[in-house]
Each structure stands twice: as structure tokens, then as C-alpha cells.
């Protein structure tokens, strides 16, 4: 190693069985998550969503830049005008707008049994929209004349972070992607080397919420690990 500035690492330190018992638990409470496309206007303390945010911090990330900025939306006008300019994209691309829809009839057919639609009330019902943006420039200098790297997987990843704590403080979300969601730089004021990537929408799930069967779905560990 090249000699720089270092701090001593230390972690808890469990046994063998702690550690399994912790993997599982939390395995086990990744598990109950579910995306939520039914929300209620119940409010939601301010307080969750910054440690939530402060959370998706930590994530690892290119360089340390922490290429990320969450705008979150609670203005009912900003949420209106903010699901108006989705429902206009998502028209297109369901073709719910009279022309061909934009999207291609094998992703159409992908989505057949999620039941989703152009139609997106969540946008306005659910208390916090948590728009995140990816910083293609700017990690370090806020005028953007830096450049970042590994943005997409360090943002990713922060997102999945983000979630995951939501989840853990009883909060249902759903990862919204417009497409395309330019729009979103304007309507949140953001810089133009900044991408959005995806609305996280929080809140408390509807009375009545349901979601769809094909969620279950989850494929086994043998399929998706190979140990060599
Ligand atoms: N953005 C659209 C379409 C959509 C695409 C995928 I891939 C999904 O997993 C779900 C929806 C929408 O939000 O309806």
C-alpha cells in the first residue's frame, strides 16, 4: 500500500453463530419487504427520512465523491406537477396516449401481470418523494467541473441502502422510473451533469393495499449463487 492517512478498522465482533443468526434475521426482514404501489396519506417523520438518507451515505462508492443528492419532495403542488409529468411519459410509453406505445410489446408482455399502468395516483398521495440523483460531475466541486466514478453502481447501491432502512423503520416504498425522467432535473432545480435515476416514494401502505402474486416469484439460492 502507497502511504496515506489511515484510522484503525474495527468491527463487533461476533461468534460463528451470532453471525449466522444475524445473517438470517435480517434476511428474514429483507424477505417481508415488498415494492407498495397503494399508499396512504398518513404522514411520516422527517426524522426517518434523514437517518434513512444519512444511511444510503455510507454506501461505498467511487472515490468517496458520494456522487448522489436526494431531493425530497413533500410540497402537494411539486407532487402534482411532478406526477402529471411522469403520467405524460408513461402515456407514451403504454401508448395510453392514442399513438404506438413506445415501449416493445415483449416489455409490454413482462408487465402484464404487475398490473402497472400510466396511471401513478401514488405520486401524490404518498407523504415523500425521494428523487436521487446521479452527479456525473461534481462529487467534490459543487460547480460540477469534477469527475465522478463508478456513478451508477455507488448510487445503486446507496438507493438499495435507502430501502432497506425505510423497511426497517415500517415504511413501504416503491422505486419509480419514469421514462425517460428528464423532467425531474428541472422540477427539482438540479444541475444538468446531474441524472435522475429513480423516485423512491415513502410512505405507510393504503388500508386496502394489495400486490402482485407474481412478487412471490423469488428464484432459489441454487439458481442464483454458483460456489466455485
Ligand atoms: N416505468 C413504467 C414501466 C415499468 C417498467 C418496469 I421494468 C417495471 O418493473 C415496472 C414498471 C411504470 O412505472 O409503470
Given at each position: 500500500?502507497?502511504?496515506?492517512?489511515?484510522?484503525?478498522?474495527?468491527?463487533?465482533?461476533?461468534?460463528?453463530?451470532?453471525?449466522?443468526?444475524?445473517?438470517r434475521?435480517?434476511?428474514?426482514r429483507?424477505?417481508?419487504?415488498?415494492?407498495?404501489?397503494?399508499?396512504?396519506?398518513?404522514?411520516?417523520?422527517?426524522?426517518?427520512?434523514?437517518a434513512?438518507?444519512?444511511?444510503?451515505?455510507?454506501?461505498?462508492?467511487?472515490?468517496?465523491?458520494?456522487?448522489?443528492?436526494?431531493?425530497?419532495?413533500?410540497?402537494?403542488?411539486?407532487?402534482?406537477?411532478?406526477r402529471?409529468?411522469?403520467?405524460?411519459e408513461?402515456?407514451?410509453?403504454?401508448?395510453?396516449?392514442?399513438?404506438?406505445?413506445?415501449?416493445?410489446?415483449?416489455?409490454?408482455?413482462?408487465?402484464?401481470?404487475?398490473?402497472?399502468?400510466?396511471?401513478?395516483?401514488?405520486?401524490?398521495?404518498?407523504?415523500?418523494?425521494?428523487?436521487?440523483?446521479?452527479?456525473?460531475?461534481?462529487?467534490?466541486?459543487?460547480?460540477?467541473?469534477?469527475?465522478?466514478?463508478?456513478?451508477n453502481?455507488?448510487?445503486?447501491?446507496?438507493?438499495?441502502?435507502?430501502?432497506?432502512?425505510?423497511?426497517?423503520?415500517?415504511?413501504?416504498?416503491?422505486?419509480?422510473?419514469?421514462?425517460?425522467?428528464?423532467?425531474?432535473?428541472?422540477?427539482?432545480?438540479?444541475?444538468?451533469?446531474?441524472?435522475?435515476?429513480?423516485?423512491?416514494?415513502?410512505?405507510?401502505?393504503?388500508?386496502?393495499?394489495?400486490?402482485?402474486?407474481?412478487?412471490?416469484?423469488?428464484?432459489?439460492?441454487?439458481?442464483?449463487?454458483?460456489?466455485?
Amino acid at each position: 500500500m502507497r502511504d496515506h492517512e489511515t484510522v484503525p478498522y474495527s468491527l463487533v465482533s461476533l461468534s460463528d453463530e451470532q453471525s449466522v443468526a444475524r445473517a438470517r434475521a435480517m434476511r428474514d426482514r429483507l424477505k417481508q419487504r415488498r415494492t407498495c404501489r397503494y399508499f396512504s396519506d398518513d404522514a411520516v417523520p422527517r426524522e426517518v427520512i434523514e437517518a434513512a438518507i444519512e444511511a444510503a451515505a455510507t454506501a461505498p462508492n467511487g472515490a468517496n465523491h458520494q456522487p448522489w443528492h436526494f431531493t425530497i419532495v413533500e410540497s402537494a403542488e411539486k407532487k402534482r406537477a411532478i406526477r402529471e409529468a411522469a403520467e405524460a411519459e408513461e402515456r407514451r410509453f403504454y401508448g395510453e396516449d392514442g399513438d404506438d406505445p413506445k415501449a416493445s410489446d415483449e416489455w409490454l408482455g413482462a408487465l402484464r401481470d404487475l398490473g402497472t399502468d400510466a396511471d401513478k395516483p401514488f405520486l401524490e398521495t404518498a407523504p415523500y418523494l425521494i428523487v436521487v440523483f446521479a452527479q456525473r460531475k461534481g462529487g467534490i466541486a459543487e460547480d460540477g467541473t469534477t469527475q465522478n466514478y463508478y456513478v451508477n453502481e455507488s448510487v445503486g447501491i446507496a438507493c438499495g441502502m435507502l430501502i432497506a432502512t425505510l423497511h426497517e423503520a415500517g415504511l413501504a416504498t416503491l422505486t419509480h422510473t419514469p421514462s425517460p425522467m428528464g423532467f425531474l432535473r428541472e422540477a427539482c432545480g438540479r444541475p444538468e451533469w446531474e441524472k435522475p435515476l429513480m423516485i423512491v416514494v415513502v410512505g405507510h401502505p393504503a388500508k386496502d393495499a394489495t400486490f402482485p402474486a407474481k412478487a412471490l416469484d423469488k428464484k432459489p439460492l441454487s439458481q442464483i449463487a454458483s460456489w466455485l
